[in-house]
């Protein structure tokens, strides 16, 4: 089992920055894929951002492009999501999401966790 805990959320006026931390519980190395994913009320659960492990490729939704960035830290076990110049359309619960678990020569490509969801509100 793994453990994703989120922080960062929270209000901001539009124009405004928030950075959304997640933090695992076992080394992000375990995973082929460590992403972002967001949910607003009424609304399908969409892709922000996705950073591959193995070659650092990294895919972001088309509304956020240019205006967020997704990082890791192996060490603090850690994956980041800093945005910037946040627009009210931004407002969900952001998800950090991790798939595809490898366990020395093993490697599970169905393997998908979830953190408990933050939330952000983008806000006048």
């Known amino acids: 089992q793994v453990e994703l805990v989120e922080s960062g959320g929270g209000l901001v006026q539009p124009g405004g920055s928030l950075r959304l931390s997640c933090t695992a519980s076992?080394?992000?190395?375990?995973?082929?894929?460590l992403g972002w994913y967001r949910q607003a009320p009424g609304k399908e659960r969409e892709l922000v951002a996705e950073?591959?492990?193995?070659?650092?490729?990294?895919k972001y939704g088309d509304s956020v492009k240019s205006r967020f960035t997704i990082s890791k830290d192996i060490v603090k076990m850690t994956v980041y999501l800093q945005m910037e110049n946040l627009k009210p359309d931004d407002t969900a619960v952001y998800y950090c999401h991790v798939r595809g678990r490898y366990s020395g020569t093993w490697y599970d490509p169905d393997f998908s966790s979830w953190g408990q969801g933050s939330q952000v509100t983008v806000s006048s």
């Open positions: 950073i591959t492990n193995t070659n650092g490729n990294i």
């Open positions: 076992v080394s992000l190395l375990n995973f082929y894929g």
